[in-house]
């Protein structure tokens, strides 16, 4: 059963690039207006492009959700222009090159907590009021594969800040659901978006040709959004088929060397 969007309104925020961007877009194709947020505005005018040529509407909103202030605005302007906040997708996120313990540094660990953990926070407290009094809501966040499965690759902040995230998905479903707000956290293994562009060695051309797409998580976005009201899709796994997270090769520095 397809719940049509037709009528909702749709916060995504990191939607002017990645996963984010191809969430906002299908979304708007189901029918939601969407309000796309972060922190470039060229970026999300690019969002909003593409989601008037499928036809659909959007509107851009600037903010850093790392920015606590800054998302409570966001949020209370978005409430105030449409009265409602149907459906909210976390889709901001980042890493940095030096992620591992013998290179970390205590700011880069504050600035991906802060982006991936707290950012998804504030815009969850933004929302809830609103979506409790209405006793309907749905909030998705992207999580990772590496919240679902350990992993070298992701290093110390991005594992430990997308592992919260997830915790912090079933605390929703475990408080809210009797309020009828959902939540679900998408774990997608690897797909091509500007993030990895942030790795120690970004992945070849050849084996980015074999990963997931961002419109590919994008789909999955729309599925969970028209479930129907009664449905809770509290976690779901999306990878490619040929998972080098299982499989290694290319570049993958899946453990250091033995110095």
């Known amino acids: 059963m397809i719940e049509p969007l037709n009528g909702k309104i749709a916060w995504v925020t990191g939607g002017g690039s990645g996963i984010g961007q191809a969430s906002a877009v299908e979304l708007a194709r189901g029918g939601a207006t969407v309000v796309v947020s972060g922190r470039r505005a060229d970026a999300l005018s690019e969002t909003a492009a593409l989601i008037k040529q499928a ?13 606590k202030q800054a998302v409570e605005r ?5 409430l105030a ?19 591992f313990f013998k290179n970390l540094a205590a700011a880069d660990w504050d600035r991906v907590v802060g982006v991936n953990l707290n950012g998804a926070l504030y815009c969850t407290l933004a929302v809830l009021p609103s ?20 992993s070298y690759l992701g290093g110390a902040a991005y594992n430990a ?23 679900c956290a998408i ?19 050849e084996d980015q040709a074999k990963m997931l797409k ?8 729309r599925f969970i959004a028209e479930s129907p009201a009664h449905v809770c899709v509290n976690e779901i796994v999306v990878t490619p088929t040929w998972n080098r ?8 520095l899946l453990a250091p060397k033995i110095e």
Do not use: W
């Not at 036809?55 to 920015?67: I, L, N």
């Not at 966001?74 to 978005?78: D, E, N």
């Not at 995230?165 to 408080?175: F, K």
């Open 131 to 150: 979506m409790r009094s209405r006793r309907d809501g749905l909030v998705i966040h992207v999580v990772s594969y590496f919240a679902r499965y350990q």
């Open 161 to 183: 800040s997308k592992q919260a995230l997830c915790a912090l998905v079933h605390q929703i479903n475990i408080e809210e659901g009797m309020h009828g707000i959902r939540g």
């Open 74 to 78: 966001a949020g209370a302007a978005i």
């Open 245 to 252: 997270l299982i499989l290694g090769g290319g570049e993958m």
């Open 81 to 99: 222009r449409h009265g409602r906040i149907d459906i909210l997708v976390n889709c901001a996120g980042t890493n940095v090159p030096k992620r």
């Open 187 to 205: 774990h997608p293994g690897e797909t091509v978006t500007p993030l990895q562009k942030a790795r120690p060695k970004p992945p070849s051309p």
């Open 55 to 67: 036809g659909g509407k959007g509107e851009a909103e600037a903010v850093d959700t790392a920015d």
């Open 214 to 221: 961002m419109e590919d998580l994008g789909r999955v976005v």
